[in-house]
């Protein structure tokens, strides 16, 4: 099931690609989402967010004519950046939060609980 649809993209990017096109991308961006995851944990709405507007930007990437609409309307600057700025602080937030369900020391440095602990 893909964490967002084509009628969410539209709400935040106006395009002349049709909406088969878009649906298209949509599975390319849920597996960034999930690249970009690495194994954390997100909540549903949050990873519909994050698809929405990685969509959006694929579909900006493909449709150079398109323009952000409603909230993702980026008021200065370039709207992909904008758009992937709010994408990378919600990952970041994700790692932050050790949201895999194990300890994790660092952004870098995660503990394995499995072969810390092995079954006895």
């Known amino acids: 099931m893909p964490y967002c649809e084509v009628d969410e993209v539209r ?4 395009t002349s690609l049709d909406d088969a096109q878009i649906g298209n991308l949509i599975p390319r ?3 960034l989402v999930d690249q970009k995851l690495g194994g954390y ?3 549903d709405n949050l990873k519909g967010l ?3 507007l990685l969509t959006a930007t694929i579909v900006s990437i493909r449709d150079p004519r398109s323009y952000a609409v409603g909230i993702a309307k980026v008021q200065y600057g370039d709207q992909m950046s904008g ?4 994408v990378d602080e919600i990952i970041k937030g994700a790692r932050a ?5 194990k300890i994790v020391s660092s952004e870098y ?3 394995n609980e499995d072969v810390r ?3 006895q």
């Open 11 to 14: 709400s935040v990017v106006n």
């Open 29 to 31: 961006a849920d597996a």
């Open 41 to 43: 944990t997100l909540a």
């Open 50 to 52: 994050v698809s929405m």
């Open 83 to 86: 758009w992937t700025s709010i």
């Open 97 to 101: 939060t050790g949201a895999s369900g």
């Open 109 to 111: 440095q995660k503990i």
């Open 117 to 119: 602990y092995k079954q």
